[in-house]
């Protein structure tokens, strides 16, 4: 089974400074490791997705995140954040077995603040 | 990207009875969805997932009879909440495979359910 780990609740940040979204995973198998974005009231929207290859990922709106497999992590981060990245992150893992299932993470509420 | 689109958005009923979310892959056939509920400031919790042509599996602790699945063709999924209470009061989000093999999945914009 596999579980997600997302290490901070509601991170705070300015506008144009950097963020990292912390996320932790666990599993006994190899993992496909997304991130998703979801504004007030909405669905998700992904963001990036590792499936295999470089271990750094680039998505959209800027944001990217490296896949570190000795460390179990996969961590998002964006140089420059603006007021319209406030939303709510959530990380999430898919076995290989592609059941399609995706395990998500408790949830990131970035606020950026002006 | 592929499309999945939920119907309705929002949804207001009594406490008794049923009501029904659509969701729809508008642009590729998904032999698989999948919902989800979501309550306020928390994450999504995998309901179930709907296999067209045959019986959804459910997760443990969900009400297969509180939430009946039908995946009747291959670009539609429902969800109908029967007798429906106050703690069903939730935001229900589908999903579906997308035509490639690469596990990624693309989300309905959600379904907003208050039973009064």
């Known amino acids: 089974a596999q579980s997600v780990t997302q290490l901070d609740s509601q991170v705070p940040v300015f506008e144009e400074a950097p963020v990292e979204l912390r996320c932790n995973y666990s599993?006994?198998?190899?993992?496909?490791l997304f991130w998703y974005v979801q504004y007030p009231n909405q669905g998700l929207q992904l963001l990036l997705k590792?499936?295999?290859?470089?271990?750094l990922v680039k998505g959209i709106n800027g944001f990217e995140a490296e896949f570190n497999k000795s460390q179990t992590s996969f961590h998002l981060r964006k140089p420059s954040v603006h007021i319209s990245d406030t939303a709510e992150y959530f990380c999430?893992?898919?076995?290989?077995?592609?059941?399609?299932?995706?395990?998500f993470g408790q949830g990131t509420t970035l606020q950026v603040k002006p | 990207g592929a499309v999945v689109s939920q119907h309705p958005s929002w949804v207001i009923c009594k406490s008794g009875t049923s009501v029904k979310i659509e969701c729809r892959s508008l642009d590729f056939q998904a032999t698989t969805m999948f919902w989800y509920r979501q309550f306020p400031k928390q994450s999504l919790m995998l309901m179930a997932t709907?296999?067209?042509?045959?019986?959804?599996?459910?997760e443990q602790g969900v009400e297969k009879d509180k939430f009946l699945i039908n995946h009747a063709s291959l670009t539609l999924s429902t969800l109908t909440v029967t007798s429906a209470h106050p703690e069903d009061s939730s935001f229900y989000i589908c999903s579906a495979r997308g035509p490639l093999a690469t596990g990624e999945l693309f989300f309905g914009e959600g379904s907003r359910l208050t039973v009064l």
């Open positions: 599993s006994s198998v190899s993992v496909y």
């Open positions: 709907s296999n067209e042509g045959s019986k959804a599996t459910y």
């Open positions: 999430a893992v898919s076995d290989l077995g592609n059941t399609g299932k995706l395990i």
């Open positions: 590792y499936l295999s290859g470089s271990t």
